[in-house]
């Protein structure tokens, strides 16, 4: 079968051959339909994140997929069912954080990533998991059934961030997503349609016109010009805001989410920046924190609940916003254009079978 990959002495990924797996006892044997490119696809092949399995001289990609059941194998699932995995598995056999159904909580050296750190991924006509990590979604989201792992992702935050919250009434109005990628946008387009924020704002740094600025727009929210409008400005330019969803990666973002913050908001950090050293008042930030009862939550991965609610939100979001993130789906042949990152690319993924 073909698969794409990136082998540890290349910088782009290629399309080889591999031997179709063959489901092990517990597991089905799934036909892969679609898989989504992001940022972490990026990082890997670049070499700032992940990597092959031990003693693997490459790496199958992909981490946001979408199948269809082909071998049961004895699982409880049924021939034809539309799947989406999880991405974590444990390195050896199992482990406190998986029995417990919570291996996004779990620390480095307790998982493996598919597709990304230490596991191969489902960038392959053809993957094997245990069904406990294949959640079964409608056959009408088989098309964008790519897009649930990273809506998942925004699920487990929202929760985490709105536990810290749960304490006291909280009723937030206000929302500012920092980033106007596919993780940004789709967070913004659920802070509206499925979170119910009454006032939505995107913060990027682009000029218009921009199909993410127009998105933006067509979501009815504000959207937030970094260069001219600083995070720290927004406050006093607009609002502060009751809940701020950082997916920027850049790293001063996080200490300036705490400002941006109105009294008893909560931010959720998602980026994943490397090494970077700068000044900050730690003092006026820790002030402000204490005494404006403010939280801030880092949060990463997502697990299989987070998978259901996020196929429940995807059926909520909007057709013509989905349509336009959606940027393009290459065949194998396309490999390049899947992964190519531009101003007028938002969301792509491959496309394996139909
Ligand atoms: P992405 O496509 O790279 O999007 C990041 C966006 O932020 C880009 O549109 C970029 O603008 C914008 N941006 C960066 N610095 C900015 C600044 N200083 N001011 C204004 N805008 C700025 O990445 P993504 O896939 O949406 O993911 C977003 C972040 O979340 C990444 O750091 C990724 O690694 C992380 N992530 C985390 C998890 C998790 O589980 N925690 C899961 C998925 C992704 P331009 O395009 O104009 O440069
Ligand atoms: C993936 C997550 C993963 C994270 C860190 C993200 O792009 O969507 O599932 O945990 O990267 O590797
Ligand atoms: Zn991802």
């Known amino acids: 079968m073909r698969a794409v990959a990136i082998r540890t002495d290349e910088n782009e990924p290629a399309v080889i051959e591999k031997p179709r797996p063959d489901p092990a006892e517990g597991e089905a044997l799934v ?3 679609r898989v989504g490119v992001d940022g972490t696809d990026r990082e890997v092949i670049a070499g700032g994140h992940g990597g092959p399995p031990e003693g693997d001289d490459h790496l199958v990609l992909g981490h ?26 444990p390195p050896n056999g199992t482990n406190a954080y998986f029995e417990r159904g919570e291996a996004d909580m779990a620390p480095e050296g307790e998982y493996v990533e598919r597709g990304i750190a230490g596991d191969h991924g489902f960038a392959a006509e053809y993957f094997t998991s245990p069904e406990e990590f294949l959640v079964p979604i409608p056959e009408d989201q088989a098309d964008l059934g790519f897009l649930i792992e990273p809506i998942s992702i925004t699920e487990k935050a929202v929760q985490h961030a709105f536990a810290a919250r749960s304490a006291f009434t909280w009723e937030p109005e206000s929302a500012l997503v920092l980033g106007n990628g596919c993780l940004g946008l789709v967070t913004l387009a659920m802070c509206d349609h499925v979170y119910g924020f009454e006032r939505t704002y995107c913060l990027g740094r682009r000029d218009r016109p921009d199909p993410t600025i127009d998105l933006i727009e067509s979501l009815g929210a504000t959207y937030v010009d970094s260069r001219e409008t600083p995070v720290l400005a927004v406050p006093s330019v607009h609002e502060p805001m009751d809940f701020v969803y950082e997916a920027t990666g850049y790293a001063p973002h996080a200490f300036q989410t705490i400002e941006a913050l109105a009294p008893n908001g909560v931010g959720a950090l998602l980026g994943v920046p490397s090494s970077w050293e700068f ?8 002030e402000e924190f204490v005494l404006q009862n403010k939280a801030l939550v880092g949060s990463v991965n997502s697990g299989v609940t987070h998978f259901e609610a996020a196929s429940d939100s995807l059926a909520s979001l909007p057709d013509g916003f989905l349509s336009d993130l959606v940027t393009g789906i290459y065949g194998l042949d396309e490999i ?9 690319t938002i969301k792509t993924a491959l496309e394996f079978s139909t």
């Open 336 to 344: 390049e254009a899947a992964f190519a990152s531009d101003d007028t």
């Open 64 to 89: 946001e997929a979408v199948g269809i059941v082909e071998d049961t194998n004895g699982t409880a699932l049924a021939e034809g069912d539309v799947v989406v995995p999880t991405v974590r598995r």
């Open 279 to 286: 000044e900050v008042d730690g003092g006026a930030l820790h």
């Open 31 to 33: 036909r892969t339909l």
